[in-house]
C-alpha cells in the first residue's frame, strides 16, 4: 500500500519540479550563494536606468524597428493592440544579427511578472529569475525563454505583422512590465 502512494506521488513531484523550475532550457545558472543587497540595487538602478523604449509608428499593418538603433542592449519595444500593450524585446546578438522577440516568458505567462529586465549584460524572467544570454531574444524556443514572434529582416529594419502581434494580446492582458 505504501509503495502505490509512493509511485503515484513521484510523477506529482517532478510535474511540480518542472513547473517551478520554469523550464531551465536554454538557460543559464543563477548565481549561487548569497548576494550583496546594496550591490544589486545598484546594478538594477544602473541597468533601469539604461533601459531604451520606443513605440515604432505604424505603416501599412508592419511596426518596423531601425536595425541601427540597435545594440547589444535590450530595446524595449511597445505596442497597442486594441487598448493592450504588447512588448517586444529587439537586440543585436553577438553574431551581430538583429533578433526580436515578445517580453514575455514562454512558461511563467500568464503571470504578470512574466517578462524581463537586463540585469549585469543578461536577460532575467521577473517571475521566476531564470538568467539568460541576449542571444535566446527571438533564437531560443522552448522553457523560460522570451518567447519567439515571426519577423523579417529586411533594408535595415526588422519588420513584424500587427495582426501577429494582436494575435498575442491575450498573453499580455495581465503582464505588468514596464513601459516608458
Known sequence: MRKKKLIKLIPLVLAVTALTACGNAGTEDKSAGSKNTAAQ????????????????????????????????????????????????????????????????CQTCNPSPKAYFKKRSGKLVCQNCGNVFKMDSVGGTAGGCN???????????????????????????????????
Open 41 to 104: 540595487s545598484t546594478a538594477s538602478t544602473e541597468n533601469a536606468a539604461a533601459a531604451s523604449y520606443i513605440t515604432p509608428a505604424v505603416e501599412n499593418g508592419q511596426l518596423a524597428i531601425d536595425i541601427g538603433t540597435l545594440t547589444e542592449h535590450p530595446l524595449y519595444v511597445n505596442y497597442d493592440s486594441n487598448g493592450t500593450n504588447i512588448q517586444m524585446i529587439a537586440v543585436n546578438a553577438s553574431d551581430g544579427s538583429a533578433r526580436l522577440s515578445l517580453n514575455t
Open 146 to 180: 522570451p518567447m519567439n514572434i515571426q519577423y523579417t529582416v529586411a533594408d535595415g529594419k526588422i519588420t513584424v505583422n500587427t495582426a501577429d502581434l494582436d494575435s498575442h494580446a491575450k498573453l499580455f492582458s495581465s503582464w505588468s512590465g514596464p513601459v516608458e
